[in-house]
């Protein structure tokens, strides 16, 4: 028996995402094979034929593929995915989107956000917002389960050379969802999920014009910028620099709160960063409980300040 | 259009639940239960729906003991019209769930099932998916906008990438994102009124499926708490704990 693992990509390679499911799945000590999905995946194949580790690459080509939409991909996944032991994807917002389909089709239950495998049925997953750490033994047949990135390093490029195989399309027979945009935020920032540095800013801010702080000081530090709940409903930032339960999972070197009280919800998306700083006029806050080194007082003193020397 | 909304009730988000000493589970006694605040989210966008004639009907559903009754007459309150409890003592997981609900989709004949992303307790974020596949119908799921256009419908969903549109036909299934709406407060005549409303108790035998666990917990622990950091005084030294001590800039 064997492992799937579902590929996302982004352009010509193998998402980091993907990557660090790659290094998970290297645990079971089964065959790896990746499956990948799109209009024209040659490069993404070659990239995933590349990583130590990987036995055998599925190519699945169709235009219908052109974007991923979880309903066009379902059907080849499940009869693909059936004569497998288990069957992982990364915990991203593409994982979570398509992986329950294939399970439920397959009847069997699904795993989402794996940290830890203890052995090939036993496995650890955060619960309440990672203030429980819950182990979980499946009993299914095949084994499906989104891998949470941060919780695993992402695989290297090695010298092996997996096999490419095309496996054919199978095509919905049911209505599907079809795409119309995607509205990306433009950033020349490195990206939040896998970034270094990250410096986050909430409601302290105020307002959107007062976010350019954040922005500067991420700018001198070569950090991503990141958000609390409170600052993107209050429209300082998009969406996708949310982190929290909900939100993104962050595991950088350094996390920078900056106003941010530290809700748990907030606090589920980044406790597993290396250092942590926090700068909050609150000094009750709660995310002073939880960093490293913490700053009290008017972030609209402290951080103009923190900019200006930081860089020197 | 029939919208069939799915419901659950547990932990309120704002308690920081506790590990019983036996490491069996979450201790839930004398603990604050409420509506999952993302299925409060899609009562909310049946409900506004409804005001703007495209829904004409609200179904509420939820799976789980006699207690979770206090959840449908939650969603009662904020405008559903009528509720439906499957009762089982069992530990509901999301493919059973989403069995039930299907099963539930066959009897009703809804256009339109919403439900929440995902569940605050367990955090699976599966239901809605599986419920999908089961269907054969379109998703769209993390949704924060929904438009309806007589058969069809256009959603913006929140992905890591940015906002996504996507447009599907009737009938769909939606999961709701936080940003999709604030719901509303229910109002004290409207929660006098809710006692008033149909509520109908199934049972999974009934529909004919199986709610048994597929996945057993075999213990739960605190995550490994992080150490009581320090306050530092001024900028100058933060740098300096920063570069010297922690070495990370």
């Known amino acids: 028996m064997a492992l799937l693992l579902i590929a996302e990509h982004e352009k010509d390679t193998l998402s980091p995402a993907t990557l660090a499911t790659l290094t998970a799945a290297k645990e079971f000590s089964v065959p790896i094979h990746v499956v990948v999905m799109g209009s024209s995946v040659k490069k993404v194949a070659d990239d995933a034929a590349s990583h130590e580790g990987v036995e055998k690459v599925w190519c699945v080509e169709d235009p219908a593929l052109s974007y991923p939409i979880a309903e066009q991909m379902t059907k080849t996944l499940v009869e693909l995915g059936k004569s497998y032991e288990f069957i992982l994807a990364p915990s991203t917002t593409f994982g979570k989107n398509l992986l329950p389909r294939i399970a439920a089709l397959l009847g069997v239950a699904q795993l989402s956000d794996v940290i830890k495998i203890d052995d090939n049925k036993t496995f650890v997953r955060p619960i309440y917002a990672g203030n429980v750490l819950a182990t979980v033994r499946s009993d299914d047949p095949i084994k499906v389960m989104t891998i949470r990135p941060t919780a695993f390093d992402r695989a290297a490029p090695g010298a092996s050379k997996a096999s490419i195989e095309a496996y054919a399309f199978k095509k919905p027979e049911q209505p599907t969802a079809t795409f119309v945009k995607l509205e990306q935020s433009k950033s020349t920032r490195p990206e939040l999920t896998s970034a270094s540095i990250i410096v986050s800013g909430g409601r302290g801010l105020q307002n959107k014009e007062n976010f350019t702080l954040i922005e500067q000081l991420a700018d001198k530090l070569g950090a991503a910028i990141g958000a609390s709940r409170a600052a993107v409903d209050a429209g300082f930032v998009p969406n996708d620099y949310q982190v929290g339960q909900t939100g993104k999972v962050v595991a950088p070197s350094l996390y920078i709160a900056i106003g941010i009280s530290g809700a748990i919800q907030h606090l589920a998306g980044m406790k597993d960063s290396k250092v942590i700083v926090a700068i909050n006029k609150d000094p009750d806050a709660p995310i002073f409980q939880l960093a490293d080194y913490g700053l009290v007082g008017d972030l609209f003193t402290l951080v103009p300040e923190l900019i200006s020397k930081i860089g020197k | ?249």
């Open chain 2, 1 to 249: 259009m029939k919208v069939l909304v799915a419901v659950k009730r547990l932990v309120d988000y704002s308690v920081k639940v506790r590990v019983k000493a036996d490491h069996s589970g979450v201790d839930l006694a004398g603990v604050k239960m409420s509506l999952n605040p993302f299925d409060e989210i899609a009562v909310e966008e049946a409900v506004r729906l409804k005001e703007k004639g495209s829904a004409t009907e609200i179904v509420v559903v939820t799976i789980g003991d006699k207690s979770c009754q206090d959840s449908l007459r939650t969603a009662l309150a904020l405008g559903a019209d009528r509720a439906i409890h499957i009762e089982t003592s069992l530990e509901t997981q999301p493919l059973g769930v989403a069995q039930a609900l299907k099963a539930l989709v066959e009897r009703e004949s809804p256009e339109l099932v919403i439900l929440g992303k995902q569940a605050i307790d367990d955090d699976c974020n599966q239901t809605g998916q599986m419920l999908s596949a089961l269907l054969g119908w379109p998703q769209g799921t993390f949704i924060s906008k929904l438009t309806v256009k007589n058969k069809e419908i256009e959603v913006i969903r929140e992905v890591d990438g940015g906002l996504e549109t996507l447009q599907m036909p009737l009938p769909a299934v939606l999961t709701t994102d936080l940003r999709l709406n604030e719901p509303r407060y229910a109002t004290l005549p409207n929660i006098m009124k809710a006692k008033q409303k149909p509520l109908e108790i199934l049972t999974a035998e009934a529909l004919g499926v199986d709610l048994s666990p597929h996945l057993k917990t075999l213990s739960v622990s605190e995550p490994p708490g992080r150490k009581a950091g320090i306050k530092v005084e001024t900028v100058d030294q933060l740098i300096d704990k920063l570069r010297n001590e922690a070495k990370v800039i």
